[in-house]
Nanobody, 127 residues
Framework: DVQLQASGGGLVQAGGSLRLACVAS????????IGWFRQAPGKEREEVSC????????YYEDSVKGRFTISTDNAKNTVYLQMDSLKPEDTAVYYC????????????????????WGKGTQVTVSS
């Protein structure tokens, strides 16, 4: 049974930082495609950042470039999203996802082509 457990969300002031973590069980992230997505109230789910653990390539949505960093710890089977310089528009439920890296990571990210999804963690940025 594959599970992805996200944590680290919370309430932070604009300009602050949070680090989200997603621990995978029942599925190795070693050669996987991994991603963070978010959904704000009344909006569709959108991609935030993805990484291929197969070749190390990454993708960042334009609005988070230079502020967010995706990383992995294979020993802990965990993926992180370091979020700095947070803005109110970053407020959303953040979801982690993972799947076999059978496509380029940008493609996997844009089509949300991940097999496994975790429950979200709420991030709220106050102005």
């Amino acid at each position: 049974d594959v599970q992805l457990q996200a944590s680290g969300g919370g309430l932070v002031q604009a300009g602050g930082s949070l680090r989200l973590a997603c621990v995978a069980s029942g599925f190795s992230l070693d050669d996987a495609g991994i991603g963070w997505f978010r959904q704000a109230p009344g909006k569709e789910r959108e991609e935030v950042s993805c990484k291929s653990n197969k070749d190390g390539s990454t993708y960042y949505e334009d609005s988070v470039k230079g502020r967010f960093t995706i990383s992995t710890d294979n020993a802990k089977n965990t993926v992180y999203l370091q979020m700095d310089s947070l803005k109110p528009e970053d407020t959303a439920v953040y979801y982690c996802a993972a799947g076999a890296a059978i496509l380029p990571i940008t493609t996997m990210c844009l089509i949300r082509g991940m097999e496994y999804w975790g429950k979200g963690t709420q991030v709220t940025v106050s102005s």
